[in-house]
């Protein structure tokens, strides 16, 4: 199942994405996607609609460095343990919508990302064999960094924050 959020002219409403191409839709949903789905009976083609974000997170969590290629290409091997930092949630941004460039910056970048959408408040110091248990759902994601500052900052937070420098969905 596709959950989408998506704007319609009379305002934002999360929805099931059914077909693919020209001929998509969106099944409206009541309420959020987080409880158990009842829809409206309204349905919109996708071409009268704009895609949001999927979700409109309190904080983006992000593992840096579990990828043994890219953290050679940064002149490093992946940690021991995970290397975590934070985006703001005003990083996140639609599919299609434009990415921002910083005028501070000179060598934007990006990675596609598998993003997990955690679907129970407040699931913190889970057990591993029962984390999936916490998972709503996946979508994809895109890490915008600015190189140069990420390399000469030390750290990522200012690289990875900017605004619209994490498109989902």
């Given at each position: 199942m596709?959950?989408?959020r ?24 009541a ?25 409109l997170?309190?904080?983006v969590?992000?593992?840096?460095k ?5 953290a050679a290409?940064?002149?490093?091997t ?16 639609g ?8 005028a ?12 997990v959408?955690i ?5 913190r ?7 999936l248990?916490?998972v ?21 937070t200012?690289?990875k ?9």
């Amino acid at each position: 199942m596709r959950i989408v959020r998506f704007a319609h002219p009379q305002g934002m409403s999360f929805g099931v994405a059914e077909g693919s191409g020209s001929g998509a839709t969106v099944s409206q949903i009541a309420g959020h996607p987080f409880a158990d789905l009842e829809f409206t009976g309204q349905r919109w083609a996708v071409d009268d609609i704009r895609l949001l974000a999927p979700i409109l997170p309190s904080k983006v969590v992000c593992v840096g460095k579990n990828y043994a290629d890219h953290a050679a290409e940064m002149g490093g091997t992946p940690p021991e343990q995970p290397l975590l930092f934070l985006k703001p949630s005003t990083t996140v941004i639609g599919p299609g919508d434009p990415i921002r460039l910083p005028a501070v910056s000179t060598q934007v970048d990006f990675e596609a990302e598998l993003a997990v959408v955690i679907g129970v408040r407040g699931a913190r110091h889970v057990a591993a064999d029962q984390a999936l248990g916490s998972v709503f759902g996946y979508t994809c994601a895109n890490d915008v960094t600015a190189r140069d500052l990420q390399r000469t900052d030390g750290q990522w937070t200012r690289a990875k924050g900017f605004d619209s420098f994490c498109p989902l969905g």
